[in-house]
């Protein structure tokens, strides 16, 4: 048997406390969202004034990333690149989701929407920091 760490909802709150000090910093509005190993939601929030479909991008992007292991800008590229046909995986193809990897496991995800792209990713990068 194999032993994996789990995020726990104090995790999920630390996460979303350096998710949020990156986004207030640079002055942005964002949802973010960060979820289980199995994309199950752990935590959402929006910031006062992200755009609405933010809050409905954020756990989609985190979701992605969860379940394949993978930032969800690499589906981004590929749509971009011209592999159309990954429009239909059930994968958000936008960039600003990034996993958990602890010990080479994938035990969750953030997701952040309501900026640039590479901005959301940062975000979402700062808050993973927070548990690594």
């Not at 194999?2 to 909802?9: A, F, S, V």
């Not at 999920?12 to 910093?25: C, G, Q, T, V, Y």
């Not at 289980?36 to 929030?45: C, E, F, I, R, Y």
């Not at 900026?115 to 979402?124: G, L, N, R, T």
């Amino acid at each position: 048997m194999n032993e994996t760490k789990l995020l726990t909802l104090d995790d999920a709150r630390r996460i979303a406390a350096a998710a949020e000090a990156e986004a207030s910093r640079n002055g942005w509005a964002v949802s973010i969202a960060v979820c289980d190993a199995g994309g199950h939601a752990l935590w959402l929030q929006r910031l006062d004034g992200a755009p609405l479909m933010s809050a409905q991008l954020a756990p989609e992007k985190a979701r992605t990333c969860a379940l394949t292991g993978k930032p969800s800008k690499v589906f981004e590229d590929m749509v971009n690149n011209g592999r159309h046909a990954a429009l239909a995986m059930p994968v958000t193809p936008l960039e600003g989701g990034e996993p958990i990897v602890v010990e080479g496991r994938v035990i969750g995800a953030v997701g952040v929407s309501g900026v640039k792209a590479s901005e959301d990713a940062q975000i979402a990068r700062a808050g993973i920091a927070a548990v690594q």
